[in-house]
C-alpha cells in the first residue's frame, strides 16, 4: 500500500511517498513541485496539477493524506494555499483515491507524541522512524513524509 503525504502551497508543493509492507513504512521518494513568483497562479496551479498527476501515475497511492489550512494572520497566503489545495483535492477526487486531512497537531502528536513539538524535534523522528540517513530537505518534503506518516500510524 502507498501512502501520499503532501504538503500544500502555491511556491512549494511538498509531497512524501510511504509504502507500507508488512505493517513497516518505508520511505518511496520525496521532494517539491516549485513554481514560481513570474508564473500566472493558473499557470502555477496547471504545475501543480500536472506534477502531481505525473506522481500519482508512476507510485499509485491508496490514500492521500494532506495538510489542513492553517493561518493566523496572512490571509493572502492562505488563499493561495487553498487554491493549491483544491487542486490536489480535485485530482485525488478525480482518481477516486481517498483524502485525509490532518492538522499541523495532529502530525505533530502522531509523530513524536506532543502536539507541541518544534520542527527540529519532528524531523529527528521522521529520520528515526523512516531509518533515513540525513534529515529529508527541503523542509516542505519533510513535513509532507510526516503527513503521510501520521496518517498510517492513526490508520493503525
Same mark, same amino acid.
Given at each position: ?10 511556491? @512549494? ?20 513541485? !516549485?513554481?514560481? =513568483? ?12 500536472? !506534477?502531481?498527476?505525473?506522481?500519482? !501515475? =508512476?507510485?499509485?497511492?491508496? /490514500? ?18 487553498? !487554491? ?35 520542527? @527540529? ?6 529520520? @528515526?522512524?523512516? /531509518? ?18 501520521? /496518517? ?5
Amino acid at each position: 500500500m502507498i501512502v501520499f503525504g503532501i504538503d500544500p502551497g502555491l511556491a @512549494r508543493v511538498g509531497y512524501g511517498v510511504i509504502a507500507v509492507n508488512n505493517r513497516k513504512p518505508e520511505p518511496v521518494c520525496y521532494g517539491c513541485i !516549485e513554481s514560481g =513568483k513570474d508564473q500566472r497562479t493558473s499557470e502555477r496551479l496547471l504545475h501543480i496539477y500536472t !506534477e502531481l498527476a505525473a506522481l500519482f !501515475e =508512476k507510485y499509485p497511492p491508496a /490514500h492521500v493524506a494532506v495538510e489542513k489550512l492553517f493561518f493566523s494572520k496572512n490571509i493572502t497566503s492562505a488563499m493561495s494555499v487553498s !487554491e493549491a489545495r483544491g487542486v490536489i483535492l480535485l485530482l485525488a477526487e478525480q482518481q477516486q483515491i481517498p483524502v485525509t486531512e490532518y492538522t499541523p497537531n495532529q502530525v505533530k502528536q502522531a509523530i513524536t507524541g506532543s502536539g507541541r513539538a518544534d520542527k @527540529r524535534q519532528m524531523q529527528d523522528m521522521i529520520m @528515526r522512524l523512516l /531509518h533515513l540517513s540525513e534529515i529529508p530537505r527541503p523542509d516542505d518534503a519533510a513535513d509532507a513524509l510526516s503527513i503521510a506518516l501520521c /496518517h498510517i500510524h492513526i490508520m493503525r
